[in-house]
């Protein structure tokens, strides 16, 4: 065979479509303009925000050093708490969200018990149920108790996650058979000791999903400790930030200098997810299709 | 005789239905965690809300029990039904032009598989990383007068900037926003999806003459049709319970936006500013059973062609 006829049989396996990957590029710079935005005006004190400069482009001086030192100061340096505090609400309200949801989705999918089909039945229909919808009666609820205004009352809502188990009832039900859990009961392995030196190893890919999945959904959340928290120092980040703008919108003269702070403050809240995205993608990528998948 | 005959098989019954006994706990004891939370977080509140519901505390005559006046007050309440009307119109907007971004760009990288095409993707799907309220600020510092591009931008042309923080325009403002959070997440999915379709299918369909447009409409959507429900069944519930953009928004579009601009705002109005813990439960509730009756109904509707619910 020679090369020119080697070429023409390779050529229309890989076309490029050129077409398709311009579009494709302005659709990238559509996706990624707020974040440019952020990155651009981060760097600007208030003189260069308001000063009539280019929107999208550099002042003339680069404040990112000022405006985190005025970020990471300002009220005492209580940015730096709000980020804490959502890495704590997202972690441990993830993990618990997450262990739940495991051992859940194994017990569905794995056991036969009385009142199974029924309970699985309510299951899918509370994944129907708006999550905000529960905010305000949980509230009530929650100050009957007095535990709103505490970070329980953040904690304790974000471990429901019906679609987490869902997603893991699906998994296990194809991922492991039902033959290899025999095996390892014949062998006299007790049913807890089965759950997790066999089949949780096997669930590893859903497991991470769903992690990540609630951590977003955790880290993200805005209506659930705006409801519950009046105390500023239980604040997440994107609470903290809500209000800080508020603030700012609301005297428009006074507010300028914070504006520097809540654009640099926006561009350093999303940096964490956005790694954990980036570093994450060999798992996320096929987990996010669990649930779509028949 | 007959004492001496049974008593093996008895004894056989009795210990089948011990382990099934055993086994039945041991799976009650995986779901029992979850289940706690469930009927903490879940079924309490809103038995809790649909009790508060029933009630009207009144400056004079303290509290009472109404049965359902504050649900028909909600159901005649321009406000609750103004909510419930816009997030309904945003819905009919917003839901087939996500879907329409996200099957649209999930195909193409379903063909085109260059570098650039998976950078692409994963660039597309970065919004989702972004909490609704940075995603929302982000926009409005882009929408605003004081600090976008927009006015500048426009501007080359002579033009005047368009303002979508402005009463006309806010609802474009908040559809271009949700659009840009969440037609990733969609996307990724209906990827996934696409990726997991025999492509010895193409070849088949090649061979007998199809083109890639034939292609696409007569294999790739009808194979991924269950993902593309579950995507619809995500956005509807999203929708239906819209918050946090416009709750951000309200300060920098000073006046397009109002405390009653969404079900749920109200009701968080009703809750917090005014403390009116019984309205606000009754709209909570019933914007819960409106969401369920419409998504169930959804459901039971593509039933046939869905896999989340058969």
Same mark, same amino acid.
């Given at each position: 065979?020679?090369?020119?006829?080697?070429?023409?049989?390779?050529?229309?396996?890989?076309?490029?479509?050129?077409?398709?990957?311009?579009?494709?590029?302005?659709?990238?710079?559509?996706?990624?303009?707020?974040?440019?935005?952020?990155?651009?005006?981060?760097?600007?004190?208030?003189?260069?925000?308001?000063?009539?400069?280019? +929107?999208?482009?550099?002042?003339?001086?680069?404040?990112?050093?000022?405006?985190?030192?005025?970020?990471?100061?300002?009220?005492?340096?209580?940015?730096?708490?709000?980020?804490?505090?959502?890495?704590?609400?997202?972690?441990?309200?993830?993990?618990?969200?997450?262990?739940?949801?495991?051992?859940?989705?194994?017990?569905?999918?794995?056991?036969?018990?009385?009142?199974?089909?029924?309970?699985?039945?309510?299951?899918?229909?509370?994944?129907?149920?708006?999550?905000?919808?529960?905010?305000?009666?949980?509230?009530?609820?929650?100050?009957?108790?007095?535990?709103?205004?505490?970070?329980?009352?953040?904690?304790?809502?974000?471990?429901?996650?019906?679609?987490?188990?869902?997603?893991?009832?699906?998994?296990?039900?194809?991922?492991?058979?039902?033959?290899?859990?025999?095996? +390892?009961?014949?062998?006299? +392995?007790?049913?807890?000791?089965?759950?997790?030196?066999?089949?949780?190893?096997?669930?590893?890919?859903?497991?991470?999903?769903?992690?990540?999945?609630?951590?977003?959904?955790?880290?993200?959340?805005?209506?659930?400790?705006?409801?519950?928290?009046?105390?500023?120092?239980?604040?997440?980040?994107?609470?903290?930030?809500?209000?800080?703008?508020?603030?700012?919108?609301?005297?428009?003269?006074?507010?300028?200098?914070?504006?520097?702070?809540?654009?640099?403050?926006?561009?350093?809240?999303?940096?964490?997810?956005?790694? +954990?995205?980036?570093?994450?993608?060999?798992?996320?990528?096929?987990?996010?299709?669990?649930?779509?998948?028949? | 005789?007959?004492?001496?005959?049974?008593?093996?098989?008895?004894?056989?019954?009795?210990? &089948?239905?011990?382990? &099934?006994?055993?086994?039945?706990?041991?799976?009650?004891?995986?779901?029992?965690?979850?289940?706690?939370?469930?009927?903490?977080?879940?079924?309490?509140?809103?038995?809790?809300?649909?009790?508060?519901?029933? !009630?009207?505390?009144?400056?004079?005559?303290?509290?009472?029990?109404?049965?359902?006046?504050?649900?028909?007050?909600?159901?005649?309440?321009?406000?609750?039904?103004?909510?419930?009307?816009?997030?309904?119109?945003?819905?009919?907007?917003?839901?087939?032009? =996500?879907?329409?971004?996200?099957?649209?760009?999930?195909?193409?990288?379903?063909?085109?598989?260059?570098?650039?095409?998976?950078?692409?993707?994963?660039?597309?799907?970065?919004?989702?990383?972004?909490?609704?309220?940075?995603?929302?600020?982000?926009?409005?510092?882009?929408?605003?007068?004081?600090?976008?591009?927009?006015?500048?931008?426009?501007?080359? !042309?002579?033009?005047?900037?368009?303002?979508?923080?402005?009463?006309?325009?806010?609802?474009?403002?908040?559809?271009?926003?949700?659009?840009?959070?969440?037609?990733?997440?969609?996307?990724?999915?209906?990827?996934?999806?696409?990726?997991?379709?025999?492509?010895?299918?193409?070849?088949?369909?090649?061979?007998?003459?199809?083109?890639?447009?034939?292609?696409?409409?007569?294999?790739?959507?009808?194979?991924?049709?269950? *993902?593309?429900?579950?995507?619809?069944?995500?956005?509807?519930?999203?929708?239906?319970?819209?918050?946090?953009?416009?709750?951000?928004?309200?300060?920098? &579009?000073?006046?397009?936006?109002?405390?009653? !601009?969404?079900?749920?705002?109200?009701?968080? =109005?009703? *809750?917090?500013?005014?403390?009116?813990?019984?309205?606000?439960?009754?709209?909570?509730? &019933?914007?819960?059973?409106?969401?369920?009756?419409?998504?169930?109904?959804?459901?039971?509707?593509?039933?046939?062609?869905?896999?989340?619910?058969?």
């Amino acid at each position: 065979m020679t090369a020119s006829a080697l070429r023409t049989q390779r050529r229309p396996r890989r076309p490029r479509y050129i077409a398709l990957q311009v579009l494709l590029g302005f659709l990238v710079v559509y996706f990624l303009v707020p974040f440019w935005w952020v990155i651009v005006n981060g760097s600007k004190s208030a003189a260069g925000l308001f000063g009539g400069g280019s +929107a999208l482009w550099f002042a003339d001086t680069i404040n990112y050093l000022s405006n985190f030192g005025e970020l990471f100061t300002y009220q005492d340096g209580i940015y730096a708490r709000w980020l804490l505090n959502s890495a704590m609400y997202a972690f441990v309200g993830g993990i618990g969200a997450t262990v739940l949801a495991v051992a859940a989705g194994y017990g569905f999918a794995k056991y036969q018990f009385g009142g199974r089909r029924a309970s699985f039945a309510i299951l899918l229909g509370s994944v129907m149920v708006p999550t905000t919808a529960l905010v305000i009666p949980t509230f009530i609820l929650f100050s009957q108790f007095g535990i709103t205004n505490t970070i329980w009352a953040v904690i304790l809502p974000t471990l429901l996650n019906p679609f987490g188990v869902y997603l893991m009832h699906v998994y296990t039900r194809d991922a492991v058979p039902d033959e290899l859990l025999d095996a +390892a009961r014949v062998d006299g +392995a007790g049913e807890f000791r089965i759950f997790y030196q066999v089949a949780l190893p096997m669930l590893r890919p859903a497991i991470v999903t769903v992690l990540l999945l609630s951590v977003v959904s955790s880290w993200n959340n805005y209506f659930l400790p705006l409801a519950m928290l009046s105390d500023n120092r239980l604040y997440p980040v994107t609470v903290g930030i809500g209000l800080w703008q508020g603030i700012a919108s609301a005297n428009n003269s006074g507010g300028t200098s914070l504006w520097s702070i809540i654009i640099l403050g926006s561009l350093v809240s999303v940096i964490p997810l956005v790694i +954990a995205f980036l570093s994450l993608q060999r798992y996320w990528q096929g987990g996010l299709s669990i649930g779509s998948l028949k | 005789m007959t004492t001496q005959l049974a008593r093996p098989i008895v004894d056989r019954h009795t210990s &089948a239905r011990r382990a &099934a006994r055993r086994r039945s706990i041991t799976g009650w004891s995986f779901v029992a965690p979850f289940a706690i939370v469930f009927i903490a977080m879940l079924v309490a509140p809103l038995l809790y809300a649909l009790y508060l519901s029933l !009630f009207q505390t009144k400056m004079i005559g303290g509290t009472q029990f109404v049965l359902l006046g504050n649900y028909f007050k909600a159901f005649t309440d321009p406000s609750f039904l103004d909510g419930i009307w816009f997030v309904a119109r945003f819905s009919l907007v917003l839901i087939p032009l =996500q879907m329409a971004v996200s099957l649209g760009v999930a195909l193409i990288l379903d063909l085109v598989t260059t570098k650039f095409a998976r950078f692409s993707r994963l660039m597309i799907f970065l919004p989702y990383a972004i909490p609704a309220v940075i995603g929302a600020l982000m926009w409005g510092f882009l929408y605003s007068k004081s600090f976008g591009p927009l006015a500048e931008l426009f501007g080359v !042309f002579g033009l005047a900037g368009p303002d979508f923080l402005s009463r006309d325009l806010i609802f474009f403002g908040l559809l271009n926003i949700v659009t840009w959070q969440w037609a990733g997440y969609y996307m990724i999915i209906l990827f996934a999806a696409l990726q997991g379709v025999d492509p010895t299918l193409y070849e088949a369909a090649r061979i007998d003459g199809a083109n890639q447009w034939q292609i696409v409409w007569r294999i790739k959507i009808p194979l991924i049709a269950p *993902a593309l429900v579950l995507i619809l069944v995500f956005a509807l519930i999203g929708t239906l319970q819209f918050f946090n953009e416009p709750q951000i928004l309200r300060y920098l &579009a000073a006046g397009s936006i109002s405390a009653d !601009f969404t079900p749920n705002m109200y009701a968080y =109005q009703q *809750a917090f500013a005014l403390a009116n813990y019984n309205y606000g439960s009754a709209i909570s509730f &019933a914007l819960g059973a409106v969401v369920f009756v419409f998504v169930y109904l959804f459901m039971f509707i593509t039933r046939k062609r869905g896999s989340f619910l058969s």
